[in-house]
């Protein structure tokens, strides 16, 4: 089967940093995607890593390690507009097919 | 504008009749693909298209057909609909697919249709 798993909730104070960790285990991969949905509304595209390694877009960065199955989205300088959900996405050997883990909820505190 | 529209935007239906939920992008896109997004459980791939009359099953097909006749159009057709296919559905497009050279491409996603099964 194919598992991503993500936490539920995080909660974090205006101005600080937070991580997202996010773990996949998949029959086959090609790379990873992070979305950011606020309520109500469609998911936007935040980056995509396909190698190892940290790619840093302004405030946000996202970091992959292939071997480990792993990644992690860090949103610095936390404001209060980034209240939301983070998909993490695996794209896997299929060509155009998409999974999805369950989102996590980021909760900005003043 | 560059955008994804999806119609309708809110449904309540009963099971049974059928329908479609319309899905169109201005872009040019070879890629489209639809979702489901249920409480708990994420988005949930229903189909994907890479092209004109190129079409595939994501992990929950069941009960669903879809169409790319022309580029810019991907429907959603919903045969027989029944209470559990209730959901908010997503359709989304991108330059390529999600494996290719483009893919850190921008993906859009319509802007969703909630649907209610009764």
């Known amino acids: 089967g194919q598992n991503i798993d993500q936490p539920t909730e995080m909660t974090a104070t205006e101005g600080a940093i937070v991580q997202i960790n996010c773990t996949y285990q998949t029959s086959g991969f090609n790379g990873l995607f992070w979305y950011q949905q606020h309520a109500g509304e469609a998911p936007t595209f935040l980056s995509y890593?396909?190698?190892?390694g940290l790619e840093e877009k302004g405030r946000f960065s996202s970091f992959l390690s292939r071997s480990k199955g792993y990644s992690y989205l860090l949103l610095k300088e936390l404001q209060m507009k980034d209240s939301a959900s983070y998909l993490c996405?695996?794209?896997?050997?299929?060509?155009?097919?998409?999974?999805f883990g369950a989102g996590t909820q980021v909760v900005v505190t003043p | 504008e560059a955008q994804v529209t999806q119609n309708p935007r809110y449904l309540i239906t009963v099971t049974g009749k059928k329908l479609t939920v319309t899905c169109s992008q201005n872009?040019?896109?070879?890629?489209m693909s639809w979702y489901r997004q249920d409480p708990g459980l994420g988005l949930r791939q229903i189909y994907y298209s890479m092209n004109v009359e190129v079409t595939d099953k994501g992990d929950v097909p069941e009960g669903y057909k879809v169409s790319r006749k022309e580029k810019r159009n991907f429907p959603l057709i919903l045969e027989s609909p029944s209470p559990n296919q209730t959901s908010l559905y997503f359709c989304a497009s991108s330059l390529e697919g999600t494996s290719g050279a483009y893919s850190t491409d921008t993906q859009y996603f319509g802007p969703g249709t909630r649907l209610t099964v009764l």
């Open positions: 872009m040019n896109h070879e890629y």
């Open positions: 890593n396909v190698l190892d």
């Open positions: 996405a695996v794209t896997t050997d299929s060509w155009g097919k998409l999974q």
